[in-house]
Nanobody, 135 residues
Framework: VQLQASGGGLVQPGGSLRLSCTAS????????TGWFRRAPGKEREGVGE????????????IYSDSVKGRFTISRDNAKNTVYLQMNNLKPEDTAVYYC?????????????????????????WGKGTLVTVSS
């Protein structure tokens, strides 16, 4: 499993960014996939905050309260890619964002974000992309 996240950068408060997560060697279509974030300098502190997740097989989505209404997670099965559209960005959204997934059906027992977080430290987690929100 290889996950490649991209799309991070510097944006002003109120602006938008779209992150992409492309997988190789693994099909995201039937797997729970989420976006997590960790504040800069805290990349080694646990799984961080799970901000969005899209469930196996169906397109049900889950969001943390901190991003609900501003972020949208989606999946393009043909491109084997999961996106995170981030609108109305705030300085507190500044973080390293990680794309992560889990085996198909892993979220049948646990919630989507918990299921994916259990695979932290494995190849199911990709390297992060830095998002900085600042004027």
């Amino acid at each position: 499993v290889q996950l490649q996240a991209s799309g991070g950068g510097l944006v002003q408060p109120g602006g938008s960014l779209r992150l992409s997560c492309t997988a190789s060697g693994f099909a995201l279509a039937n797997s729970p996939t989420g976006w997590f974030r960790r504040a800069p300098g805290k990349e080694r502190e646990g799984v961080g905050e799970g901000v969005a997740c899209i469930k196996s097989n169906i397109r049900a989505t889950i969001y943390s309260d901190s991003v609900k209404g501003r972020f949208t997670i989606s999946r393009d099965n043909a491109k084997n890619t999961v996106y995170l559209q981030m609108n109305n960005l705030k300085p507190e959204d500044t973080a390293v964002y990680y794309c992560a997934t889990a085996p198909s059906g892993a979220d049948s027992t646990y919630g989507c974000i918990i299921a994916v977080s259990l695979y932290n430290g494995t190849d199911y987690w990709g390297k992060g992309t830095l998002v900085t929100v600042s004027s």
